[in-house]
């Protein structure tokens, strides 16, 4: 079982990024995907959450309105496509998947809520 993230860079303030996670070893399908990320000296910060059995979505008030997250089932993807990026948005980003086969009572926002973690990917937003 395994997460990798993908598509960081070096980026001007904003421009925009859409990053990849795939999933290995398991289906994607059944999992609630969500988004992290920890800048330097920073504690781990949710981001977003997408569910597996409605697609509904969820956002920290921070990424709210520029940041989009989606679901590709048949590539066993998740996307975010991140918009109007600022220096502010520099970290290492990276997805985790818990298992969702019954509806959740809202968004899953606690690392300790998922079950699997990905390898991060760089972002870096130059002003």
């Known amino acids: 079982v395994q997460l990798q993230a993908s598509g960081g860079g070096l980026v001007q303030a904003g421009g925009s990024l859409r990053l990849s996670c795939a999933a290995s070893?398991?289906?994607?399908?059944?999992?609630?995907i969500g988004w992290f990320r920890r800048a330097p000296g920073e504690e781990r910060e949710w981001l977003s959450c997408?569910?597996?059995?409605?697609?509904?979505?969820y956002y920290a008030d921070s990424v709210k309105g520029r940041f989009a997250i989606s679901r590709d089932n048949a590539g066993n993807l998740v996307y975010l496509q991140m918009n109007s990026l600022e220096p502010g948005d520099t970290a290492v980003y990276c997805c985790?998947?818990?298992?969702?086969?019954?509806?959740?009572?809202?968004?899953?926002?606690?690392?300790?809520?998922?079950?699997?973690w990905g390898r991060g990917t760089l972002v870096t937003v130059s002003s």
């Open positions: 985790a998947a818990v298992e969702n086969v019954v509806p959740l009572a809202g968004a899953p926002t606690k690392t300790y809520e998922y079950d699997y």
């Open positions: 070893g398991f289906t994607l399908r059944y999992h609630a």
């Open positions: 997408i569910t597996s059995l409605d697609g509904i979505t």
